[in-house]
């Protein structure tokens, strides 16, 4: 893993227009190829984060940049070029089914071709070769022809993974991405993501209900609640004490599981 910057986000603060305050004054940098978990509960701000990250919500203070470049303050133009190299997996895969699995691949290979051909749909030699790599990186090639919407969960978050990594992406931001699998496809995934995290040396941010899978699978853990980071270090440095307070909640009739073991 080299040691080169590539995502720091300094001081970031999200008020909604309902005057919410989602992230309050949020600072932490990411080295290429590093993998990290955050981890906070429900309504913690871990998905007002990554949606800051990759431009989708504006932020209200704060500085983030992706390879030195200040991305807040770039021009609607630069933003978007800047948003087709950041790679974006949701929970619920977000592929278009009637397509085949190749064309969903293909989808993320618009960001560099003209506006005629995305227009057309013509996709060179060249970005064929280049979604095929991106599906066998994911062992998804013999599901290539395939419809999306007749290959499993599992299946559909690699392809989701596959068009990611089709965008040659600088950071790859995952929210929840194992939510709706079952605990075996669920290691499969963070395997996945994570050797694609360090082979490829993307680094990648990933939003995670599941302690225990947090832990197992993280470089860096980021412990959120209320909109602030509680806690960011090594899955080791993670005290009961600590997942008390992440996971705290402000209604003092609930207690959390951590509130819960003595
Ligand atoms: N568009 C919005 N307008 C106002 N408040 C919002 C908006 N989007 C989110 N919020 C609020 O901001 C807080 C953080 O939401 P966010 O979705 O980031 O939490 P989260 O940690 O990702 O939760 P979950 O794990 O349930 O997805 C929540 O209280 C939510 O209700």
């Keep these: 893993?080299?040691?080169?910057?590539?995502?720091e986000v300094?001081?970031?603060?999200?008020?909604?227009?309902?005057?919410?305050?989602?992230?309050?004054?949020?600072?932490?940098?990411?080295?290429q190829g590093e993998f990290i978990c955050i981890i906070g509960r429900s309504g913690a701000g871990k998905s007002t984060l990554l949606r800051c990250i990759n431009g989708l919500h504006p932020v209200t203070r704060g500085s983030i940049r992706i390879q030195g470049t200040e991305i807040t303050s770039l021009p609607d133009e630069e933003?978007?070029?800047?948003?087709?190299?950041?790679?974006?997996?949701?929970q619920e895969f977000n592929l278009v089914g009637r397509l085949s699995v190749m064309h969903n691949v293909l989808s993320g290979r618009l960001g560099y071709m003209n506006g005629f051909h995305s227009v057309i749909g013509y996709f060179s030699q060249e970005h064929r070769q280049k979604a095929l790599e991106c599906l066998g990186r994911v062992h998804m090639l013999h599901?290539?022809?395939?419809r999306a919407?007749?290959?499993?969960?599992?299946?559909?978050?690699?392809?989701?993974?596959?068009?990611?990594?089709?965008?040659?992406?600088?950071?790859?931001?995952?929210?929840?991405?194992?939510?709706?699998?079952d605990p075996d496809l669920t290691w499969g995934i963070m395997e996945d993501l994570r050797s694609?995290?360090?082979?490829?040396?993307?680094?990648?941010?990933?939003?995670?209900?599941?302690?225990?899978?947090?832990?197992?699978?993280?470089?860096?853990?980021?412990?959120?609640?209320?909109?602030r980071i509680l806690y960011d270090g090594p899955p080791s440095g993670l005290t009961t004490e600590?997942?008390?307070?992440i996971y705290r909640s402000d209604d003092?009739?609930?207690?959390?599981?951590y509130e819960l073991v003595s």
């Design 79 to 90: 933003k978007l070029a800047i948003r087709r190299r950041i790679g974006f997996i949701f």
């Design 149 to 181: 919407d007749n290959i499993s969960g599992g299946e559909k978050q690699r392809v989701a993974i596959a068009r990611a990594l089709a965008q040659e992406p600088l950071l790859l931001l995952a929210d929840e991405p194992v939510a709706s699998l």
């Design 242 to 245: 600590l997942l008390r307070e």
């Design 143 to 146: 599901r290539a022809t395939y």
């Design 10 to 31: 300094s001081g970031v603060s999200k008020i909604y227009p309902n005057g919410y305050e989602a992230l309050a004054d949020v600072s932490f940098n990411m080295q």
């Design 1 to 7: 893993m080299s040691n080169q910057t590539s995502l």
């Design 196 to 227: 694609v995290a360090r082979e490829e040396h993307v680094p990648t941010l990933v939003n995670i209900h599941d302690l225990e899978t947090a832990k197992a699978f993280a470089d860096r853990i980021i412990g959120i609640a209320r909109g």
């Design 252 to 257: 003092p009739n609930r207690r959390s599981r």
